[in-house]
């Protein structure tokens, strides 16, 4: 996850941002077709003087260390400006600061007008986490982008595969959203959703609502280490055995949100800021290619 990349050194946080904006941006001007694209955007194009000022209106607990934090847009007219597959940047309002820049990435409805919805796990050492988790309704925060990580295209496979843990739901959640609200996208997805234990699992009840509103395009399956009783998932860790069961002939498009570790044991280790790395892992032993591999 690119968040575990960012370094504690002022310099080497200014070069990363002028590094992500001016990639992002030449990745962002591409013109892109989504239902959002002829709205009025709040966020425009990453950059040292884009930054927005969105107003927290709403904070609920997911779980015992992860909330949902739901900001208004400078307009209630504005849809957020993102396309699938692509994150913000967030600093405290007001902060010079570049260490306490993080990215995160919105699990609300690409074309949602007026607001923007945050899932955040609370690190205790994370400084953006915490000042996070410190605000009331209210209390204002910063954010820049977007900046696409990969460029999604609709039917470009006709099933994908997403393998997620912990908190690297959320750009997981985005993308399976967006296919699902768009009429004209019929991939198929299946998830496998790895956590530490049941009551871990982030965006359950969401993800039971789209499985329950398109059950032949999207198919859950949950994975504990711990399972609480009425747990309906899998005891333990994600199988090769459960990779082949889901894509058996390795056609799918192959997605991973997670721990590094957990990244590593299934894809390979991960590069450094957006690189992608090596592929390995699971997935190379079960003949995928690097191209049909994608890691967040």
């Not at 843990?165 to 993308?175: H, V």
């Not at 991973?256 to 570790?261: A, L, V, Y």
């Amino acid at each position: 996850m690119l968040v575990r990349t960012l370094k504690h050194s002022r310099g080497f946080q200014l070069g990363l941002l002028g590094a992500i904006s001016a990639c992002a941006y030449s990745i962002h001007s591409t013109p892109v077709k989504s239902e959002g694209t002829a709205k009025s955007k709040t966020f425009q194009g990453p950059g040292l003087f884009s930054w927005k000022t969105l107003t927290l209106k709403d904070i609920k607990d997911v779980t015992h260390d992860t909330r949902k934090f739901t900001f208004s847009l400078p307009s209630p007219d504005e849809v957020a400006g993102l396309n699938l597959a692509s994150f913000l940047l967030f600093k405290p309002a007001g902060s010079m600061n570049p260490s306490g820049i993080r990215p995160y990435t919105p699990v609300s409805s690409l074309n949602s007008k007026g607001e923007l919805v945050l899932v955040v796990k609370h690190y205790p050492k994370g400084k953006m986490s915490s000042h996070l988790f410190s605000l009331k309704t209210g209390d204002k925060i910063s954010a820049t982008g977007p900046i696409r990580t990969f460029e999604w295209k609709e039917n470009h496979k006709s099933s994908i595969l997403l393998l997620g843990a912990g908190s690297g739901i959320t750009p997981m959640f985005q993308l399976i959203r967006g296919i699902l609200e768009n009429p004209k996208d019929k991939t198929k997805i299946n998830l496998l959703y790895a956590n530490k234990t049941s009551s871990d699992i982030i965006l359950k009840k969401e993800l039971d609502e789209l499985h329950g509103r398109f059950p032949d395009q999207l198919n859950v399956t949950y994975f504990a280490e711990k399972s609480d009783g009425g747990f309906e998932g899998k005891s333990g860790f994600i199988t090769k055995e459960d990779l082949k069961q889901c894509d058996g002939s390795q056609s799918s498009q192959v997605f991973i949100c997670g721990p590094p570790k957990f990244v590593e044991v299934y894809g390979g280790k991960q590069g450094p800021l957006m690189f992608q790395g090596q592929l390995g892992g699971y997935l190379k032993e079960l003949g995928y290619q690097k191209s049909d591999v994608f890691k967040f």
